[in-house]
């Protein structure tokens, strides 16, 4: 059924056990009557407490499968909650973000008195270009203090946004911006990685050629470096802020209901075109806040909180941008990457700014691990407290290297199972409560129900596995997908009736522990990121030369999956070194470069079965290594062993 099987044989051997410190429980914000609380009691509390509101909300929740409603009849502003209202109770002096440049003498910090001065001076510029409650805006930037700035000008303003991560083509600009129907685009001149640039106007440019319907463009000057701007159409940041104010008297917080729309996410599903994710107002900000409370146990008046995400993926909208800023928090907000210029850069950070709580992706982990401890080993870590882990499973090797080197053997780990649908985290450890085992995301945070179901819908108990479901909605959940209620419905509510199917595999082990185990659909998870085998198909077959693709994921030890692509050439053409390396920048133009297939193989068939599907399975197993399974429903079972055989090839060419 699912991909995972060696990970299960891992995690199984895995019996290592870690008890809470008893001093980190005694000053923990979650106890363990927490877990006691019945479920409307629990997000009714949350409601109230986390956030400020306008208006109170009057009713809990409305559950009409597939569709949730939340904290109805309220009013509230997400700006106002994430930044003005810290103003108001004194806290304004209180840095809201340590920001660091790629460039290590570039730091900024941003208090919360300077973060509401900046949102409202952009947001008033915003308004000059017609913006307002309901307009939907693009952003495309790097990891600068001007995104999370957009971001909350656009809530300010009751805007909702899509952010595009960075690393994405034009195409797919473009694409989310139709999609959206976005009228005004944000992004800046370039970005810096890793000392040399990424071009983002330009590729903004590309797009905004194919997406007649955004119509203007603020570009902010980062790298100051010569970019063309198109009279009547580009704005520059920072001339168009010249004559606005910054007095938060003259930009109020849009009143906005509780289910307005706040933002999409788009993702990948398991055809070529992204799914727009829909999260509302009130709900996510709930489930942002709430989680990131308890999970990272923040503390605002002390803790140095960080998220090495991107912004332009969920992590980073709820966990740099939305949940921390609702809490009060004081986080890094770092450019570049972690071994520019060296690989010591994220150990530096920590020992500078005196980080408390870090939470990053396994990807991540094992890229430290694989350079070596001697890096950390060189800087103070001794501020740490806790550690997260998200975006893929995590193996236990990696788990306990990264809380005996990073944690100094000290800190819990707590590793958090979510998706950009759900909005906010829903498997997690407790810190202060779970008795955690590396390789589990352990149970199901309060007020969540999760349960794993075998192929017929029955609940499966301890020792068991099959799919992950949440069998409730939560406050954060996705309110469908933009635009597409059939594929919403098929998506995540055919299988079992008015039960959200997440797409996981799970078990659950005797003590009731969560374990996953990966994606059980045609979607692979590259360095944390989602990434369909179809949209990668469907940009190989983009290319003129290219007559079929089939596309798949092998283990990986660093990326955790990495792509393969079987590909057969028009008119029975043979492949070449330069052929490949050109498919992959095809890739890499039409999705971006995070979809590069990491092999080609050229093959003259690809494996079908009579009615003419193609077995990714058993593409799988070539790709792996794997003894291939059974090959009878297949047209032409000699293609397989002629696929394995170049693969094979290609191997060993590439080891020799
Ligand atoms: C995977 C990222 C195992 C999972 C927040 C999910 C995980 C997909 C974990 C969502 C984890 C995320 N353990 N697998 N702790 N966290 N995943 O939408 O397959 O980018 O369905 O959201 O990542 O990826 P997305």
């Known amino acids: ?119 409202v001076r952009f947001a008033n510029a915003l308004k000059k270009l017609g913006v307002k409650r309901g307009t939907p805006v693009a952003i495309y930037m790097g990891m600068v203090p001007e995104l999370p700035v957009a971001m909350l000008a656009c809530t300010r303003l009751g805007a909702p946004h899509t952010v595009i991560f960075g690393g994405f083509s034009a195409d797919s600009l473009s694409g989310r911006m139709n999609d959206m129907q976005c009228e005004v685009l944000v992004t800046q001149d370039e970005a810096w990685r890793r000392g040399s640039t990424v071009p983002l106007k330009k590729v903004a440019d590309e797009a905004m050629a194919a997406a007649p319907v955004t119509k203007q463009c603020v570009v902010l000057r980062r790298t100051g470096n010569d970019v063309p701007m198109q009279e009547g159409r580009d704005h520059w940041w920072h001339e168009l802020e ?40 009130s709900g996510y900000l709930t489930g942002v806040a709430t989680t990131h409370h308890y999970i990272f146990d923040l503390k605002p008046e002390a803790d140095v909180y960080w998220c090495a995400a991107d912004i332009g993926w969920i992590t980073g909208h709820s966990y740099i941008v939305y949940g921390p800023l609702c809490n009060g928090a004081t986080s ?27 939470y990053t992706a396994p990807t991540a982990i094992r890229s430290h691990m694989k350079w070596g401890p001697e890096h950390a080993e060189k800087h103070d870590l001794s501020s740490l407290r806790l550690l997260g882990s998200v975006g893929e499973p995590i193996n236990p090797e990696a788990w306990v290297w990264y809380r005996e080197h990073i944690g100094g053997d000290r800190t819990p780990v707590v590793d958090t199972w979510w998706q950009t649908e759900t909005g906010m985290v829903l498997i997690t450890p407790l810190p202060g409560i779970t008795t955690t085992k590396p390789g589990s995301a352990t149970r199901p945070f309060p007020g969540v129900a999760a349960a794993v179901f ?98 798949c994921s092998r283990a990986d030890a660093v990326t955790g999956e990495a792509i393969v692509a079987y590909v057969t050439l028009k008119g029975g053409a043979d492949g070449s070194v330069e052929k490949l390396e050109e498919l992959r920048n095809h890739v890499a133009q039409k999705i971006g470069a995070i979809a590069k297939p990491a092999n080609i193989v050229f093959t003259p068939e690809l494996p079908k079965t009579r009615s003419g599907k193609i077995m990714r399975r058993l593409l799988r197993d070539v790709a792996n290594d794997r003894a291939l399974g059974d090959t009878t429903t297949l047209a032409d079972p000699t293609v397989v062993g002629e696929i394995a055989k170049r693969a094979a090839e290609e191997k060993s060419s590439e080891e020799g």
């Open 454 to 551: 075998d192929e017929q819908g029955n609940e499966v108990g301890p020792g068991g596995g099959g799919y992950l479901v949440l069998t409730k909605p939560w406050p954060a959940m996705l309110r469908g997908i933009f635009g597409d209620d059939q594929r919403y419905r098929e998506t995540y509510w055919a299988k079992y009736d008015d039960v959200y199917l997440a797409g996981d595999g799970a078990r659950i082990d005797r003590d009731g522990d969560f374990w996953l185990l990966g994606r059980i659909d045609d979607v692979m998870n590259v360095s944390g990121h989602r990434i369909s085998t179809i949209e990668v198909e469907s940009a190989l077959v983009d290319h003129h030369d290219v007559a079929e693709a089939a596309v």
């Open 242 to 281: 010249e004559d606005c104010s910054d007095d938060a008297e003259s930009c109020a917080c849009e009143p906005m209901d509780s289910e307005d729309l706040l933002f999409l996410m788009y993702t990948s599903g398991t055809t070529a075109k992204p799914k727009g994710i829909v999260h509302t107002t």
């Open 1 to 119: 059924m699912m991909t995972g099987g060696h990970a299960i044989e891992t995690m199984f051997s895995e019996e290592r056990t870690y008890p809470p410190p008893e001093n980190f429980t005694a000053q923990a914000n979650a106890q363990a009557d927490i877990y006691d609380v019945p479920f409307e009691d629990f997000w009714e509390r949350e409601g109230r407490e986390r956030l400020t509101w306008f208006e109170p909300f009057t009713d809990l929740y409305t559950w009409e499968p597939p569709y949730a409603q939340w904290y109805l009849g309220g009013k509230l502003n997400v700006c106002f909650n994430c930044v003005d209202r810290h103003v108001e109770a004194g806290h304004g002096d209180k840095v809201a973000f340590h920001w660091e440049g790629e460039p290590a003498d570039e730091t900024r910090a941003i208090t919360y008195a300077d973060l509401q001065k900046d949102v």
């Open 332 to 358: 890094v907000l770092y450019e570049g990457t972690p071994d520019y210029p060296d690989k010591d850069r994220w150990w530096s950070i920590i020992a500078r700014y005196g980080v408390t709580i870090l």
